[in-house]
Every structure is written in structure tokens, then in C-alpha cells.
């Protein structure tokens, strides 16, 4: 499998999202690897209430305005990360967060990052955005690096088909809850609820 191409990251936002679903994200860990399919999405988009960037360039923020095909990770609730990747073009600020991925490669090293209580079932290890970058040991040193690059990649693999793309409204957000800019593979277990 290949990596992603920057031209991938740099198209219209609501365009790439659905099409990640399937897509491997990839971690180097030493000589480990560390992968996963992308099972759930979200989009943002610079003008939509619920993105960071839309009120403008932070110091929390700014790598949301770099060109698209790099990882934005950000700080939530005081005590959880959530990684997006950075769309469409420079200075605009867009990104889809990842929601969910089902483990491929790695999956002891996500349970030592992601210790689960004994009775928890696996798919809970990285069903949810929060979970995924725990799991991934992705945090605020891990946001701004290139997805074309070779410690943090995402394989292209072969498209969902359509109809096995369910798109709803998202979820654990207070603000324009009603954009219908969810995706997520249907009938898998590792997304973060239905």
C-alpha cells in the first residue's frame, strides 16, 4: 500500500472525509508499528460554529491553517487528546477529526498505552476520538507533523463503496449539531455509537 499523497489532504474537506473511511493510519513506534482502518469520521469546516478555527488563528489552533495532509492534535476537558487531519488549503483552517479506527497492527502496544478494565470488550480500546489518541500515544508533541512523512502516515486502501457509508449528524458537540458531517463504516463494531 502507498501512502496518501499530499493532493489527497489539499481537495474540499467534506470531499476527503468520507473517502478516509477504510484508509490506514499508520504510527511508527521505534521499530513497531502501530496501525489502524479509520472506521469514523467528522468534518469542520472554517465557517462551521463548532470548529476551532473559526474565529480565527490561536496559538492552540494554528496548525489547523497549514496546508492540508498534516495532524492537528488538540487538548479537551482538561485531560484528553483528540487528533484531526488538516485539510484543504493553507490558511483556511478545516480538518476532519478522527472518531474511530479497528486496530490492525500493534494492538498489545495500544493496550499498555490504553490500559482496559478486565471486563471491557476490545472494540472500547479505540472506538471514541479520545480513545484513539490514547491508544496511539498521540498528544500535543505529535500535532503539527506531516502525513507524508515517515513517523505518523496514512496508507490509501481500496474505497468503501457508498453504500456502506452511513452519514449522520455529529455527536459530543453543543454547537451546529444539525450539519449531517459524520461518516462512519456500517455495521462496524469499533465505531464509537451508532
Known sequence: MKLLPRSFYTRRTLEI?????????VKKEGRAFLSGKIVE??????????????????????VMFSRGGVLY?????????CSNIVTYKEGKGEAVLIRAVEPIEGIKKMMKNRPLPEDAKVYTLTNGPAKFSQA?????????????????????????????????????????????????????????RK
Open 136 to 192: 496511539f500515544h498521540l498528544d500535543k508533541t505529535s500535532s503539527g507533523i506531516d502525513l507524508c512523512g515517515e513517523n505518523i502516515f496514512i496508507l490509501d486502501a481500496p474505497p468503501i463503496s457508498p453504500k456502506d457509508i452511513i452519514t449522520t449528524t455529529r455527536i459530543g458537540i453543543n454547537t451546529a449539531k444539525e450539519k449531517p458531517w459524520r461518516f462512519y463504516i456500517n455495521n462496524n463494531p469499533w465505531i464509537s
Open 41 to 62: 469520521v467528522e468534518a469542520y469546516l472554517h465557517n462551521d460554529p463548532a470548529c476551532h478555527a473559526f474565529r480565527g488563528m490561536t496559538e492552540r489552533n494554528k
Open 73 to 81: 492534535v488538540y487538548f479537551t476537558y482538561g485531560m484528553y487528546f
Open 17 to 25: 472525509a468520507p473517502e478516509l473511511l477504510g484508509k490506514i493510519f
